[in-house]
């Protein structure tokens, strides 16, 4: 099966500019959930999915990220106007039955403020 | 100080030896689970272990779970070149939202 895909791999952009992050979880996979990790720091929780709805959006820093899971597949992540503190790696995961077996994590997306 | 935190921050051995890491924790949870990191890429689940078990093996992999102590241990038996990379641990709270409170990680590295 595939696994959960993330693009762009990169992206770098300058503060003010702004940047839209996908995710495509695992087919079938109704739990999804974005993470990041700010450069030297733990990997945060951002928000988690249950199909179409924002199940928990507490991890969300600020107003600047739109999370969207339109027709409860693939995810976007936006960040609008992006600030230096954004920078980092971006991770998706998507699990089956809200990950009591374990999540699966996309190769993430680095994200470099400039 | 962070829930899921790990020690060592780094660890370097020769290949063939055993690698031990450790997290602690501070909330009551649902599981614990470990994952890898290989540099650029990324996280990977290794193993998952539940509250009401105290060790789990897969393959060279030793996990210990002790929820008295909020702690727990990976161990890598008879690592390789290959395991080189960062580890982490994250807890699920016992709620089991599904969000996962991840430690700052353990880099490690085997020597050929």
């Known amino acids: 099966e595939a696994g959960v895909t993330q693009f762009p791999s990169h992206s770098v952009i300058e503060k003010g500019q702004t940047v839209t992050l996908r995710c495509d979880p695992i087919s079938g996979h109704d739990n999804l959930y974005w993470y990041r990790r700010v450069m030297g720091k733990e990997i945060k929780f951002l928000l988690h999915f249950v199909k179409e709805s924002k199940q928990d959006e507490s991890g969300m820093p600020n107003n600047r990220f739109l999370a969207e899971r339109t027709g409860g597949t693939y995810s976007t992540l936006k960040v609008q106007p992006a600030e230096l503190e954004d920078s980092g790696v971006y991770f998706c995961?998507?699990?089956?039955?809200?990950?009591?077996?374990?999540?699966?994590f996309g190769s993430g997306t680095r994200l470099t403020v400039v | 100080s962070q829930q899921g935190e790990e020690d060592p921050q780094a660890l370097s051995i020769q290949e063939g030896e055993n690698a031990t890491m450790n997290c602690s924790y501070k909330?009551?949870?649902?599981?614990l689970q470990w994952y890898r990191q290989n540099s650029g890429r990324g996280l990977v689940h290794l193993i998952l272990?539940?509250?009401?078990?105290r060790e789990k093996h897969s393959g060279r992999l030793r996990v210990t779970l002790d929820t008295s102590k909020k702690s727990s241990s990976l161990l890598i038996t008879a690592s390789r070149a290959a395991d080189t990379a960062s580890y982490f641990c994250a807890t699920a709270g016992s709620s089991n939202t599904g969000k996962l409170i991840f430690g700052q990680g353990t880099t490690l590295q085997v020597k050929p």
């Open positions: 909330t009551s949870i649902n599981n």
């Open positions: 995961a998507s699990s089956l039955g809200g990950g009591v077996y374990g999540y699966t």
């Open positions: 272990i539940r509250s009401n078990e």
